[in-house]
């Protein structure tokens, strides 16, 4: 009798102890489902971290506040719309917040020049790789409602990196966190004739044939020479009449100025040249400012001549109030000669397009 007992008191036991262990299993899953659902939503994350490594090498300086920049883990990017847009994989559209590329689906802008390289720059740097997404917490959305958001690839943050190579500009509109060191980074690009800030180019293909001639070997690199080199011989280029492009006179390089060969014209002779990269001299006799876009004249007729055009994105990289600014003033315009509406003209991305005469 006692030794059924026993038996029993030791299954009892048994029993006490499957039924503890069973329960304490189910609260540790119950726990981690609640911790996991906590951190789908990058939202909603709250874990705070500082800023790391930047493009430039150097270590970025936290913001003082360094609980207003929260980080959420990795995600991939799925899909590079633009020069300054990504889709996650978890269908979040991102705006990379600090930088403006050149439009290619502005639905009242056309393709920018420049605009494809961005993209193309931006998606062969972080299409289909993890990245880690990190917002403001005051800042987090545009009237858009994309995720406005730095984007880093390990410790290179790549907005920055499209700053540095040149292929966007700092959005200065809305302040955040980086704006100063944005500020510098585009500074040296233009210092440098980077990119958007190389008006010796037709577009922005060679910046994009030097970033592939950067990714060969030493043996590809050797050949990529050797072909260039008979290119050059079997298809030069046509001899012209030339001036020398203005200087960048933000440069803050003392004597430093582009002697690339661009064709100066008269802004009645605009419409021949339809396609080509040139500088067209004339006086703005009028000027209008639709709110949209603001138009520069150098015709009474404007609808039959030479115009050039500042979009309202790129309003804050001009003098306040373009239209009085430039108006009554002779000038050279710089860029790409296109048709609209069967009138030439330029459009203007940024002042270093514009040389003021007299």
């Not at 994350?45 to 090498?57: F, R, W």
């Not at 207003?68 to 995600?75: E, P, R």
């Not at 966190?177 to 944005?182: G, I, L, P, R, W």
């Not at 030097?210 to 050797?226: A, H, P, T, V």
Request: charged share 25%; net charge positive.
């Amino acid at each position: 009798m006692e030794k059924e007992r026993s038996e029993m008191k030791i299954l009892n036991n048994k029993y006490i102890t499957f039924i503890f262990s069973i329960s304490i299993i189910v609260i540790v899953i119950i726990v981690i489902i609640h911790f996991i659902a906590g951190h789908k939503n990058p939202i909603t994350d709250k874990l705070v971290t500082s800023a790391q490594y930047g493009s430039t090498g150097h270590k970025s300086q936290p913001p003082k506040n360094s609980g207003n920049l929260q980080s959420h883990g990795t995600f991939r990017v799925r899909r590079v719309l633009d020069g300054d847009t990504v889709i996650l994989n978890n269908g979040e559209t991102v705006r990379l917040i600090g930088i403006d590329a050149p439009e290619i689906h502005h639905p009242e802008l056309p393709v920018q020049r420049f605009g494809e390289e961005a993209r193309d720059f931006l998606k062969k740097m972080i299409e289909g790789f993890e990245c880690r997404i990190e917002i403001e917490s005051e800042n987090q959305r545009d009237k858009y409602d994309r995720l406005l958001a730095y984007v880093y690839m390990g410790n290179l943050m790549a907005n920055k990196e499209m700053i540095r190579r040149g292929y966007a500009y700092v959005y200065t509109r809305f302040p955040f966190y980086y704006q100063a060191e944005f500020m510098l980074l585009e500074q040296e690009a233009r210092n440098n004739h980077f990119g958007l800030w190389d008006y010796s180019l037709q577009n922005g293909r060679i910046a994009n044939v030097i970033s592939k001639y950067e990714s060969l070997n030493l043996e590809g690199r050797k050949k990529f020479d050797e072909l260039l080199e008979k290119l050059l011989k079997e298809y030069p280029i046509e001899k012209q009449k030339y001036a020398t492009a203005p200087p960048d006179t933000s440069s803050s390089i003392k004597n430093k100025q582009s002697t690339a060969p661009i064709l100066v014209i008269s802004w009645q002779d605009a419409a021949h040249y339809y396609g080509k990269h040139a500088t067209v001299e004339g006086t703005i006799v009028g000027s209008y400012n639709s709110g949209k876009a603001c138009f520069l004249n150098f015709h009474s007729d404007y609808k039959n001549h030479f115009t050039s055009v500042i979009f309202a994105s790129t309003f804050n990289r001009f003098p306040p109030k373009p239209e009085k600014y430039y108006l009554h003033k002779k000038v050279r315009i710089t860029g790409i000669i296109k048709e609209y509406q069967g009138r030439p003209e330029i459009i203007l991305e940024t002042p270093v397009q514009v040389q003021v005469i007299q």
